[in-house]
């Protein structure tokens, strides 16, 4: 895509978003030297530690000063008897999906317990017997069908059943300054999203994990005994500049931008560029037609097994919008989306089984297949984004970007 695509794509998007109401925002781009993180807080949960047996839900985003958290903990005397890792795992290695092992950390010596596979993505009774206090600290990048969402729901209700507290180490939401999509319906309910939210809720994991808490969401309505350890120097209206990547396949911040919208191709034919070096910034596919640009998926660290590998796909380098554009509009983009069913010459075959499951419901399949326009679509959420934000109001533990 040229600079001359993307300049007439940004004057359509602006008269459609002034047509939403949608506003431009003016956000102030921050990175980890402007805010303090919950895991550098340390005065704040160390005591809460003191003389007790202590598990760590973390990944390769749970550091303190370019330190790992686990490690740094150690150093400070905490009691860390195991750990516990999501998707892609403890060093935030393996592929999308891929099994994720139960192991032990070759540096410390810890058992790390996976929750991520078909049976154990909860914490069991066993798990937890000698420890006191749970710790969670992962990188969130706002958007409901990213499982770290479903990791946290997960280990909130295995600490509320067996009677532990957990402490939330609070971090900046990159895509925190906008609230977009479809709201899940319960018919699918999945690990790619568990709760009654919109793709894009707007929240920190932190106030997340409240409002699971404040609204029964968890088995029988439970309630987790939770702390969260919250962020200095931050509103939602800032731009976060993450200082690690997230996931193997959101590499930079035009990956994590693009995300929300170009998450949506994971249950269709295309390719979002896994097996290349721009993931979540690029699409194709083989059949694509009237395209300008292509790429061919090879294996690579995070995408041994890449959709399509050794083939050319036909598609679309969008890394320029969405390092210019996301940064000023908050919103699900669907041109990319629809403009590729259009163009895929079978389109009985577009949409696979897990569509439904990242849109939330299948009433987004049947817009685009009846050529609804996207318009029409985003108009089709407000009501419902409308009544989440009323909810979400309730849980906010820094100042709104409205």
């Known amino acids: 895509?040229?600079?001359?695509?993307?300049?007439?794509?940004?004057i359509v998007f602006a008269l459609n978003a002034n047509s939403q109401g949608i506003i431009q925002l003016e956000n102030t781009v921050k990175t980890l030297n402007d805010v303090k993180v919950g895991a550098d807080r340390t005065a704040e949960y160390l005591p809460l530690l003191k003389g007790k047996s202590v598990a760590v839900v973390a990944n390769q985003s749970s550091n303190?000063?370019?330190?790992?958290?686990?490690?740094?903990?150690?150093?400070?005397?905490?009691?860390?008897?195991?750990?516990?890792?999501?998707?892609?795992?403890?060093?935030?290695?393996?592929?999308?999906?891929?099994?994720?092992?139960?192991?032990?950390?070759?540096?410390?010596?810890?058992?790390?317990i996976s929750l991520y596979g078909k049976n154990n993505k909860k914490p069991k009774p066993e798990d937890l017997k000698n420890i006191d206090v749970v710790i969670f600290d992962i990188q969130d990048v706002g958007v409901r069908f990213y499982t770290y969402l479903s990791t946290l729901h997960y280990v909130m209700e295995a600490c509320a059943e067996n009677k532990k507290k957990l402490i939330l180490l609070d971090r900046p939401n990159p895509n925190g300054y906008y609230v977009d999509g479809p709201i899940m319906e319960d018919a699918y309910k999945s690990f790619l999203g568990l709760h009654p939210v919109p793709i894009v809720y707007g929240m920190t994991i932190g106030e997340y994990a409240q409002m699971v808490n404040g609204e029964g969401w968890l088995k029988n309505a439970e309630k987790c005994d939770l702390k969260v350890i919250t962020i200095v120097g931050y509103e939602h209206k800032d731009l976060y500049e993450l200082p690690v990547r997230p996931s193997p396949n959101l590499p930079n911040m035009p990956s994590v931008y693009l995300y929300p919208s170009l998450g949506l191709f994971e249950g269709t034919i295309v390719s979002v560029g896994r097996g290349t070096e721009l993931p979540f910034q690029v699409i194709g596919h083989p059949t694509l037609q009237k395209t300008n640009y292509q790429f061919t998926p090879k294996p690579m660290a995070g995408a041994t097994e890449p959709k399509y590998k050794g083939l050319v796909c036909h598609g679309y380098n969008l890394v320029n919008f969405g390092a210019e554009y996301l940064k000023e509009y908050g919103k699900i983009y669907l041109y990319w989306l629809m403009g590729t069913y259009e163009n895929t010459p079978d389109k009985t075959t577009f949409f696979d089984e897990n569509f439904n499951y990242h849109a939330g419901n299948?009433?987004?399949q049947k817009q685009i297949k009846d050529g609804v326009t996207e318009d029409e679509i985003h108009k089709s959420w407000l009501e419902g984004i409308k009544k989440f934000k009323l909810t979400r109001k309730k849980y906010l533990l820094y100042k709104d970007f409205e």
Not at 1 to 10: K, T, V, Y
């Open 64 to 112: 303190i000063k370019n330190t790992h958290l686990v490690d740094s903990l150690i150093s400070l005397g905490v009691s860390i008897k195991k750990v516990f890792c999501p998707e892609h795992g403890f060093r935030g290695t393996v592929d999308a999906g891929e099994k994720v092992v139960t192991t032990k950390d070759p540096k410390t010596g810890l058992t790390i």
């Open 1 to 10: 895509m040229n600079n001359i695509s993307i300049f007439l794509i940004l």
């Open 362 to 364: 299948a009433t987004l």
